[in-house]
């Protein structure tokens, strides 16, 4: 069963940092984009960053920019999202993906996703 396990949501104040990883299961995504989108209450899903299968592009949300960086290790299958400076309003369920098409992971809903996790939730606190 193919899978992606997301891992290091938890509480934190605001202005603080937390990293979340995400590793692939029962397939290798060495040849798949991946990213991190979120959902908080009451709202919908947006992207937050992802990286090229390459590791040559990478993508940042407005709101994120300057704040969180993404990174992947082929070798472990997995992505990795630093959050830095946290705000109350970047509390949500962050939920990592793989695609193969850029622009899918890059899309505002990540509508037809190939793979999603099952999410980490993070909660700041102001």
């Known amino acids: 069963q193919v899978q992606l396990v997301e891992s290091g949501g938890g509480l934190v104040r605001a202005g603080g940092s937390l990293s979340l990883s995400c590793v692939g299961n029962g397939r290798t995504f060495t040849n798949y984009h991946m990213g991190w989108f979120r959902q908080a209450p009451g709202k919908e899903r947006e992207p937050v960053a992802a990286i090229s299968s390459a590791t040559a592009n990478t993508y940042y949300s407005d709101s994120v920019k300057g704040r969180f960086t993404i990174s992947r290790d082929k070798a472990k299958n997995s992505v990795y999202l630093e959050m830095n400076t946290l705000q109350p309003e970047d509390t949500a369920v962050y939920y990592c993906?793989?695609?193969?098409?850029?622009?899918?992971?890059?899309?505002?809903?990540?509508?037809?996703?190939?793979?999603w996790g099952k999410g980490t939730l993070v909660t700041v606190s102001s």
């Open positions: 993906a793989a695609d193969r098409r850029w622009a899918t992971i890059t899309s505002a809903t990540g509508s037809g996703m190939d793979y």
